[in-house]
C-alpha cells in the first residue's frame, strides 16, 4: 500500500472517530439520554475530551510536514493512549444499554435516534477496531 494513501485511510479513521465522539455527544448530551439510565456528565465529558485530545493529536500528526518519521515522537503515543482511552470511555457508555433486573430497576427511556442500542455498538465497537488499527500501524512503523 502506498504511504499517501495510507494516509488517507488514517485520515479517514480519524474523522470517523471524531465524527463518533460529536454524535454521542450530541445523543447523550441533552436532558434525557438514551438506553437504561442516563450517563453522568462527568463520563460524557470525559468521552468528550479525550477524543477532542485523540482526535488533535492525530490531525496535528497527519499535518504536520516536519515530522518525516511521526510514528516515534511522544505525541503519537499520546494520541494512541487517547484513542484507546475514548475507546475504553464509549464502551462504559454501552453498558447503559445492559438491561437492569429487579424491583426498583428503571425502565428504558426513549430515544429519537434509534429504537435500541445498534447505533451505538456500531459506532463504538468500530472506535475499537480503530483504536487497534492505528496501534498497529504505529507498532509496524507501517505509518
Known sequence: MSPELLRYAVCLLVAHGALVVLLTRMRLGGAAGAGRLDVGTGLLTCHTTTGTVAVVCWATILLSEAAAEPTGGPLTFVALAAWWAVASLGVLILLRWLPARGRHASPATADAWSS??????????????DAGVLTWLVATGTL
Not at 435500541?116 to 477496531?129: D, E, K, M, Q
Open 116 to 129: 435500541g442500542p445498534l447505533l451505538s455498538v456500531v459506532a463504538h465497537g468500530s472506535v475499537l477496531l
